[in-house]
């Protein structure tokens, strides 16, 4: 059973485009996070959504706009794609949102900007 | 702000030879550390973690232990394996209102050789 899935695995589209990327995680955890991985694999937060609700909105462009609509989901919808958003995004969640608790990542969303 | 800093890679070892990543890192208060690898292609998975002083975390062969006089927690396995190729990344998740986010370092490539 996959503990936390992301879709789609491959992202192709071209610069102007809007794509979401959809996350789930069967773990019944409360914290979900998105990261970025660059291409020289330096991976960075962007977001993190706990019980639904925000609580880390780092300083990422409003392009970016991630949605919960439950504590097993977050999606990533990004608006007007550029080339410098082609990384590969990468969900995680944990039991709760704090320094000890170990994250559960995701598969990664490749996304590749035309 | 809180950082962490790997050793530079990338690191090309023979089988069974021992291996020494260092990392390092920056924070305020007390926070949980981490190692994670990142297999080709896959997503991260965590390694092992440690979340106060002196904890020593083990899994695989792999230890760490965390040093809050040197503020380091360098990764160490006695005998490496060809599958033990991928890349590591050192990663601190502090308390407070960071809620749990991980700031990571940049990664460290290792391949091992047969």
């Known amino acids: 059973d996959t503990a936390v899935s992301q879709t789609p695995k491959y992202l192709v589209t071209q610069m102007g485009n809007d794509k979401s990327i959809k996350c789930e995680q069967n773990l019944g955890h409360d914290t979900m996070y998105w990261y970025k991985q660059d291409s020289k694999k330096f991976l960075k937060i962007m977001f993190s959504?706990?019980?639904?609700?925000?609580?880390i909105n780092e300083t990422v462009p409003n392009r970016f706009s991630p949605k919960s609509p439950d504590k097993a989901h977050l999606n990533l919808h990004i608006n007007s794609l550029e080339l410098g958003d082609s990384a590969v995004y990468f969900c995680a969640s944990s039991q709760q949102a704090g320094g000890p608790w170990t994250q559960y990542f995701g598969p990664g969303t490749r996304l590749l900007v035309l | 702000g809180d950082s962490v800093t790997q050793m530079e890679g990338p690191v090309t070892l023979s089988e069974e030879a021992c291996l020494t990543i260092?990392?390092?890192?920056?924070?305020?208060?007390?926070?949980?550390l981490f190692w994670y690898v990142q297999y080709p292609g896959e997503g991260l998975q965590l390694l092992l973690k440690a979340t106060k002083a002196d904890d020593k975390g083990s899994n695989k062969g792999f230890e760490a232990t965390y040093r809050k006089e040197t503020t380091s927690f360098h990764l160490e396995k006695g005998s490496v394996q060809v599958s033990d190729s991928a890349v590591y990344f050192c990663a601190l998740s502090a308390g407070g209102t960071s809620y749990g986010k991980l700031t990571f370092g940049q990664g460290t490539i290792l391949t091992v050789h047969p």
């Open positions: 260092n990392c390092t890192y920056t924070a305020t208060g007390y926070p949980s």
């Open positions: 959504y706990n019980n639904k609700e925000l609580i």
